[in-house]
């Protein structure tokens, strides 16, 4: 007999980053072996006041509706969407929490940011079970949130098959794959490069992402650290 296993996430776009495509192919994968019954979040406002309307008010009636009488397993799928489980079943709720970034970093935030980001992480006490991405992940939760280490279970993100070990050649570039938030630290990143690249001038740094998505500040620490011509961008890269 298999699971059964009631899974809340956003819906996937061709846009999906991070944990999104990595919620998306557990689902993939999982469903061979459990019974998956999957709630994506279909509408998805682009207007910022909309928007927090359907995060905060719409989608937490819409899933207490929907959700309210299962007893099987509810996991959801993002710490961002943890103010959910103070509106679900708490017998059988699983969470999986990939970071406290914006818990743990103190960035200015307005009255409405401070309340509803304490809102979605108060929730994440509510889960029976936490997975965790990795040990630091879990170290912040029982620091930050005081979470008891035995709620939490760390299971890191699985490889794709595709992904294999092969030898090195000698390589006169530094790779970097990710967004450029805040959190990521690119002006540190950038900092040191431009030291490096002084001893090592055929050096260059690859960056997995789109030129244009570069935020104004990194586009003049890029100008003042003369990197123009040391930077390399990729633009999107498809996930096959």
């Not at 943890?82 to 509106?87: E, Q, R, S, T, Y």
């Not at 965790?132 to 699985?158: E, F, H, M, R």
């Not at 040191?192 to 998505?213: G, Y």
């Amino acid at each position: 007999m298999k699971i059964k296993v009631n899974y809340v996430r956003e819906k996937i776009t061709s846009n999906a980053l991070g944990v999104n495509l990595i919620t998306d192919e557990l689902v993939h994968r999982l469903q061979r072996k459990v019974d998956f019954n999957c709630f994506n979040f279909r509408f998805w406002p682009k207007l910022p006041l909309i928007r927090q309307l359907f995060i905060y008010i719409w989608l937490p009636f819409n899933s207490f509706i929907k959700l309210r009488k299962i007893s099987e397993i509810i996991h959801v799928s993002s710490q961002g969407y943890a103010h959910l489980l103070h509106f679900l079943p708490k017998k059988r709720l699983v969470l999986t929490c990939c970071d406290l970034i914006p818990f743990i970093f103190k960035t200015k935030k307005n009255l409405w940011e401070t309340i509803t980001l304490k809102f979605t992480f108060s929730g994440i006490s509510k889960a029976k079970k936490i997975i965790a991405i990795s040990n630091s992940t879990k170290t912040d939760l029982i620091k930050y949130l005081q979470i008891p280490a035995n709620k939490i279970k760390v299971i890191y993100p699985g490889v794709d098959e595709s992904f294999k070990p092969f030898k090195l050649k000698k390589l006169n570039y530094i790779l970097y794959v990710g967004a450029f938030y805040p959190s990521k630290n690119l002006p540190s990143l950038l900092k040191a490069f431009s030291q490096l690249s002084k001893k090592l001038p055929q050096l260059k740094l690859v960056i997995v992402n789109t030129k244009e998505a570069l935020p104004a500040d990194l586009i003049k620490l890029i100008k003042r650290l003369k990197l123009e011509k040391k930077l390399e961008f990729t633009g999107r890269v498809s996930k096959n």
